[in-house]
């Protein structure tokens, strides 16, 4: 059974930092991509960030590049979203995904992933 959990997730200020992190069992982690999606009331679920199973090249939307660091520590099993300068317009719900591939191709898409987990909110006041 494979799980994805994510943690990490709070308040803070507009201009704060926050690091989300996941941890993911039940299959071999190192042969899949990992991304990041977020979804914030009234908007469908979109990828913000991905990084494929050798942890390069990675990719970021543009309304997070520059802002935003992912990682991946293939020996915990972890990836991590490490989130800068945060911004009003980042407040949403944020999930961890396994993608259904080694790498990232079409990374925005919610339905290039294969498990997910539960979410964490993510609130950014001005």
């Known amino acids: 059974q494979v799980k994805v959990q994510e943690s990490g997730g709070g308040s803070v200020q507009a201009g704060g930092s926050l690091t989300l992190s996941c941890t993911v069992s039940g299959l071999n982690f190192d042969e899949y991509a990992m991304g990041w999606i977020r979804q914030d009331p009234g908007n469908e679920r979109k990828g913000i960030s991905c990084?494929?199973?050798?942890?390069?090249?990675?990719f970021y939307d543009d309304s997070v590049d520059g802002r935003f660091t992912i990682s991946r520590d293939n020996t915990k099993r972890t990836v991590t979203l490490q989130m800068g300068r945060l911004r009003v317009g980042d407040t949403a719900r944020y999930y961890c995904?396994?993608?259904?591939?080694?790498?990232?191709?079409?990374?925005?898409?919610?339905?290039?992933?294969?498990?997910w987990g539960q979410g964490t909110q993510v609130t950014v006041s001005s």
């Open positions: 990084i494929p199973d050798d942890g390069r090249p990675i």
């Open positions: 995904a396994v993608k259904s591939v080694r790498s990232c191709g079409f990374y925005r898409r919610a339905t290039e992933y294969d498990y």
